[in-house]
Structure formats: structure tokens, C-alpha cells
């Protein structure tokens, strides 16, 4: 149980172009889902945290125009990189929690984004 | 939010026990303790997860003392494909739940 999947894992595109990234909870309901960056042999950098049905609540130096996040289901949050650009080029990851005291996040296996 | 302070590397070799401390002063009354795991290019796998004493499961125990300002992930036998790194994290799961990632624990195990 606990499986969270994210689509696609990897994507190529070019600069200016935006690009969405799908994060689903497969066998669970999530009540608030988090998106990460990650850069080579770095830690995971929180980018914004989601509770379905309301706006997401965006971590200090993250811009809310570039990085759109809706979580229109307790089943399904997506992260649109607009008009992107090279340094957007990372690792991104999500999780999802469905819950309650002391729950635990699953995260997704990543989404590696290139942009040329 | 508590931050958490780990290793930033350890080695070991296999089939022995590996012991990860993390400290964590300024932990709050309902905050719990979870580690996880990451390969490259992957996202973070759950291993365990305490509020104090100790927890075990089929993978791991964790050692959290009685003023729970460290905890221990202990790691029995490992092996080659236990080379990853290890994050702890703390938070209580209530609303305005947030997790900061520490820097991790990258271990590597030598044959």
C-alpha cells in the first residue's frame, strides 16, 4: 500500500515552453500533498505544500506564477513549470500524506526535468 | 519547525550493524520521528517511524532516548545495496504539517 506515482519521469523541453508534471496517490487519499526540487547531491528543497481544494501554500523564494500547483483531487496534484527555463532543470518530487496524527509521507520515484 | 543534525557520511562494510544518530534539540511534544531512504534518481522510501523508546521492524529499529532530542536508526547487516542516503525527519502530521530535509546521512558500504 502507500504508492505514489508520478508522470511522466523524465522530460526533455525547450526553453519558454511549460511543462506539467502529474503526482497521484494510487491507494490512498491524500489530504495534502508536497512538491520538491532536487539538485545533484543535494538535499530535497521544499517547494509548496497542497490540500485539496485550496490554494497551496508556497515555501519563501518560490514563485507562485512559474511553479502552478493544483491539487484538484485527494487522488491527484500537478505541478506546471511555466515558460521554463534552464535553471528550472532539476529533480522534482512529490509526495503525498493521507492524514491524521503522526502520518507519513510517500513520495513519488521523481520526475527529471531538462530544459534546453 | 525542528531542524535535525545528521552525519554527513558513514562507511561500513558488509554484514555489519550500522548506527545513524540524529539530533534534534528542539523537537516539539507532537512531533514524531521518521528516517527514509534515497537512492539516485529516486524519491525517498520510508523506513521507520517512532515517538519515543524503541520501534522495530523487518528493516530497521529506531532508538529514541526519553527526551527524545536524538534518535537512532539502527540498520542490522547491511549490505552493498544499502548504499543510499538517510534522512530524518520530524514533524507531527496536524495540519500545517511541513517537512525541511536535512543534509542526510550518505552511508556507503564496501564489500
Known amino acids: 500500500g502507500a504508492v505514489v506515482s508520478q508522470h511522466p519521469s523524465r522530460v526533455i523541453c525547450k526553453s519558454g515552453t511549460s511543462v506539467k508534471i502529474e503526482c497521484r496517490s494510487l491507494?490512498?487519499?491524500?489530504?495534502?500533498m508536497f512538491w520538491y526540487r532536487q539538485f545533484p547531491k543535494k538535499s530535497l528543497m521544499l517547494m509548496a505544500t497542497?490540500?485539496?481544494?485550496?490554494?497551496?501554500?508556497?515555501e519563501q523564494g518560490v514563485e507562485k506564477d512559474k511553479f502552478l500547483i493544483n491539487h484538484a483531487s485527494l487522488t491527484l496534484s500537478t505541478l506546471t513549470v511555466t515558460s521554463a527555463h534552464p535553471e528550472d532543470s532539476s529533480f522534482y518530487i512529490c509526495?503525498?500524506?493521507?492524514?491524521?496524527?503522526?502520518?507519513?509521507?510517500?513520495f513519488g520515484p521523481g520526475t527529471r526535468l531538462t530544459v534546453l | 519547525l525542528a531542524k535535525t543534525t545528521q552525519p554527513i557520511s558513514m562507511d561500513s562494510y558488509e554484514g555489519q550493524e550500522v548506527n545513524i544518530t540524529c539530533s534534534h534539540n528542539?523537537?516539539?511534544?507532537?512531533?514524531?520521528i521518521t528516517w527514509y531512504q534515497q537512492f539516485p534518481s529516486q524519491g525517498p522510501r520510508f523506513i521507520i517511524q517512532?515517538?519515543?523508546t524503541k520501534v522495530t521492524n523487518e528493516v530497521a529499529s529506531l532508538f529514541i532516548p526519553a527526551d527524545r532530542k536524538s534518535s537512532t536508526l539502527s540498520l542490522p547487516r547491511v549490505s552493498l545495496s544499502d548504499t543510499a542516503v538517510y534522512y530524518c525527519?520530524?514533524?507531527?502530521?496536524?495540519?500545517?504539517?511541513?517537512?525541511?530535509f536535512g543534509a542526510g546521512t550518505r552511508l556507503f558500504v564496501k564489500a
Open positions: 517512532g515517538y519515543k
Open positions: 528542539n523537537i516539539a511534544t507532537n512531533d514524531y
Open positions: 497542497s490540500n485539496e481544494g485550496s490554494k497551496a501554500t508556497y
Open positions: 491507494d490512498f487519499q491524500a489530504t495534502t
Open positions: 509526495s503525498a500524506m493521507e492524514g491524521g496524527m503522526a502520518d507519513t509521507q510517500y
Open positions: 525527519l520530524v514533524g507531527d502530521g496536524t495540519g500545517g504539517f511541513k517537512t525541511i
